[in-house]
């Protein structure tokens, strides 16, 4: 069964930094594309930032030059390093992959924050 597992999340300060990990078990194959959604308190569940097996990263605008999202060489895990952090970045954090045309998603990670 494929599952993806999240690090804990955490209540950070504005102008912190905070690194959310992924980790890809029970399955051999690689996943195509893994990354990082976020879903606010009365808002959609929205992308932050997604990496492709060939290396293509895709950020939202919102998060550019702040997040930086990279995975070990086998796609197994994903990370998403959080500079600058801002109170709108308050949210659940849901890692992603897709394999096989199959989407997957982790359980969700709380992020806060606050002064």
């Known amino acids: 069964q494929v599952q993806l597992v999240e690090s804990a999340g955490g209540m950070v300060q504005p102008g912190g930094s905070l690194t959310l990990s992924c980790a890809h078990i029970?399955?051999?194959?690689?996943?195509?594309?893994m990354g990082w959604y976020r879903q606010a308190p009365g808002k959609q569940r929205e992308m932050v930032a997604t990496l492709r097996g060939g290396g293509r990263r895709e950020y939202d605008d919102s998060v550019k030059g702040r997040f930086t999202i990279s995975r070990d060489n086998h796609m197994k895990t994903v990370s998403l390093q959080m500079n600058n952090i801002k109170p709108e970045d308050t949210a659940v954090y849901y890692c992603?992959?897709?394999?096989?045309?199959?989407?997957?998603w982790g359980q969700g990670t709380q992020v806060t924050v606050s002064s």
């Open positions: 992603y992959g897709k394999q096989n045309d199959v989407d997957y």
């Open positions: 029970g399955s051999i194959f690689d996943m195509y594309i």
